[in-house]
C-alpha cells in the first residue's frame, strides 16, 4: 500500500509560479511512475505531467508544455511539479498518482493504482 500526500498548493497571481510536492510512503517510490493530474471545477479529471520510475522519461500535457516540470527524489520519496508562468485556466485540485508498473508515458487515470487527496492551486487574473 502506498500512501501520497500533496502540498504546496495556494493562491498565486497570473503569471507567477509555484511547486507542487507528493510525499509518499513506502519502500517501493523508487520502482513507480508517478503522475500528476488536475481537476477543474465542473470538469473531468485531467493528466498533466508523468515521470519514469528513475526520472529519465518525462510527458506533459499540451496544455503545460514548456511551463511546468516534474521531478522526483527517489531518496526522499518525493515527486515534485514546478509551475511557472501560470495561468488562470491552471485553477483546479492537482492530485498525484503512482503506477506501481514503473511504465513510461501513463497518461490515463485507470493506469494508475494509489492517489492522493489533492491541493488546491487557485490563480487569479
Known amino acids: 500500500q502506498v500512501q501520497l500526500v500533496e502540498s504546496g498548493g495556494g493562491l498565486v497571481q497570473a503569471g507567477g509560479s509555484l511547486r507542487l510536492s507528493c510525499a509518499a510512503s513506502?519502500?517501493?517510490?523508487?520502482?513507480?511512475?508517478m503522475g500528476w493530474f488536475r481537476q477543474a471545477p465542473g470538469k473531468e479529471r485531467e493528466f498533466v505531467a508523468q515521470i519514469s520510475w528513475n526520472g529519465g522519461s518525462t510527458y506533459y500535457a499540451d496544455s503545460v508544455k514548456g511551463r511546468f516540470t516534474i521531478t522526483r527524489d527517489n531518496a526522499k520519496n518525493t515527486v515534485y511539479l514546478q509551475m511557472n508562468s501560470l495561468k488562470p485556466e491552471d485553477t483546479a485540485v492537482y492530485s498525484c498518482a503512482a503506477d506501481p508498473w514503473g511504465r513510461q508515458g501513463t497518461t490515463f487515470l485507470y493506469e494508475y493504482d494509489y492517489w492522493g487527496q489533492g491541493t488546491q492551486v487557485t490563480v487569479s487574473s
Open positions: 513506502g519502500r517501493t517510490f523508487s520502482s513507480y511512475a
